[in-house]
């Protein structure tokens, strides 16, 4: 008894140690995110509510044309492209799921775009494809950009699946798709989930593209939330962009509600 004592104080103290270490070692990014994340995000509140003009912001940002226009547009691309962007990458990944586990090429081939610069995406697009409309061209590229990285999420999910109890399945009768849509689909919610919450994250990032592909002020049906709060940082009004961050909080409240839908869901299925 004495010697399992010694053991687990032992443990316990070496267990303290690392803790030590690691926090150590993570510091330097917990002042990161303090000063460069955490600070701000205080600050912000302070200039939304600077003045007690808190309602008079709002009052113009829902009186403001372009503030109304961004919000449509920005709500409107996320609403086609993430689903869209998800449905590909589930898709291809079901496709391709047995050819890529042995060429290598084809997995490549769809990551290529996520880790090539976006100049350079949208320079080949100007070339290819001059004439396509605004919201067009940015959704597709959305979609060239990001889905190989949804894709590849998706591939590796399905590669880890319990492949005996699909073969089960099989030999019981199961058709192909009763096996995707009972067995397969089913078991990587959390997965599609996680690749669905990085999609909305990454359409609000398209400004990067339109900002190349049409400058400061684009064409009204791709004028996005960020090309206003850009434009008013420029002019430094600072108000009402801390004001519009609101629909940051609105949209962490929407996320966080799929995500307990969605725990709730798996735990009723597992």
């Known amino acids: 008894m ?8 032992l443990k316990r103290g070496i267990n303290s140690i690392q803790s030590k270490h690691c926090l150590l070692m993570l510091l330097p990014s917990i002042i ?4 460069f994340w955490i600070y701000p995000f205080i600050k912000n509140f302070y200039y939304m509510f600077a003045d007690g003009n808190f309602f008079k912001n709002i009052e113009y940002l829902f009186n403001n044309r372009y503030f109304l226009l961004a919000i449509k547009n920005t709500f409107l691309f996320t609403g086609f492209s993430t689903p869209i962007a998800v449905m590909i990458s589930l898709i291809f990944a079901m496709l391709t799921l047995k050819v890529s586990k042995k060429n290598a090429f084809i997995r490549n081939a769809f990551f290529l775009p ?3 610069p976006s100049a350079v995406l949208v320079a080949v697009w100007q070339i290819l494809f001059p004439t396509i409309t605004p919201f067009k061209s940015l959704l597709l590229i959305y979609l060239w950009k990001y889905s190989g990285l949804y894709y590849i999420i998706v591939l590796t999910a399905l ?41 909305i994250s990454d ?8 900002y190349l ?8 049906e791709v004028y996005m939330l960020q090309n206003f709060l850009n434009n008013h940082f420029n002019k430094l009004n600072y108000n009402y962009i801390s004001t519009a961050s609101i629909l940051l909080v609105v949209m962490y409240v929407f996320v966080a509600i799929l995500g307990m839908l969605e725990r709730r869901w798996s735990e009723k299925i597992w």
């Not at 995707?180 to 690749?195: A, E, K, R």
């Open 2 to 9: 004495r010697f399992i004592y010694d053991y687990m104080k």
């Open 32 to 35: 990161g995110f303090l000063i």
């Open 213 to 220: 592909l049409y400058g400061t002020y684009p064409d009204e």
């Open 114 to 116: 996520v880790i090539m």
């Open 159 to 199: 590669a880890s699946l319990d492949q005996n109890i699909i073969d089960a399945a099989m030999i019981d009768g199961a058709s192909y798709m009763k096996r995707v849509i009972h067995i397969m689909i089913p078991s990587i919610i959390p997965t599609l989930f996680f690749i669905f919450i990085l999609s």
């Open 203 to 210: 359409s609000l990032k398209i400004f990067r593209e339109s």
